[in-house]
């Protein structure tokens, strides 16, 4: 992964880059993207368009101990494309090091210049259930 302050930034560009476009549908593209460092960060700014626009309150990424990874939003009872198995430790990793975390444990706000507002993110991140469990809460 790249500076930590760049994967912010290329997080806070890829949300302009795609505000205009269908979150979802971009999300589930990125299975085939080559790049997956570069997919994770995209994926990143999809979730936080799609949290701000469809109103999400919490959206976690859970990685099972075989790798399966699944996401989930709180707004109603439903699932987001996931960023599959290649992409989902990389969204982890970078998570980890914009927040400048170590270890497994994250508890940390993101703040992230998305057009002309502010927004910020609490990130948290535990093992459960043999997994590793990534939640972002999305102020109102």
Same mark, same amino acid.
């Given at each position: ?33 080559? %790049? /997956?460092?570069? #997919?994770? @960060? ?9 949290? $701000?626009?469809?109103?999400?309150? &919490? ?44 270890? %497994? /444990?994250?508890? #940390?706000? @993101? ?9 910020? $993110?609490?990130?948290?991140?535990? &093992? ?13």
């Amino acid at each position: 992964m790249e500076d930590k302050r760049n994967l912010h930034l290329k997080v806070q560009e890829l949300c302009d880059c795609f505000a205009t476009t269908d979150y979802l549908e971009e999300m589930s593209k990125l299975a085939q993207d080559q %790049d /997956k460092d570069e #997919a994770a @960060l995209k994926w990143l700014a999809l979730t936080v368009l799609h949290a $701000v626009n469809a109103g999400a309150k &919490k959206i976690t990424l859970f990685q099972a101990p075989g790798g399966e990874i699944t996401v989930k939003a709180k707004y109603r009872a439903s699932t987001l494309p996931s960023p599959g198995a290649e992409i989902g430790p990389k969204v982890l990793e970078a998570v980890r090091a914009m927040t400048h975390a170590e270890g %497994d /444990k994250i508890k #940390a706000l @993101l703040a992230l210049g998305v057009r002309n507002d502010n927004l910020e $993110v609490k990130v948290k991140s535990e &093992k459960e259930d043999g997994g590793q469990l990534l939640t972002l809460k999305f102020s109102e």
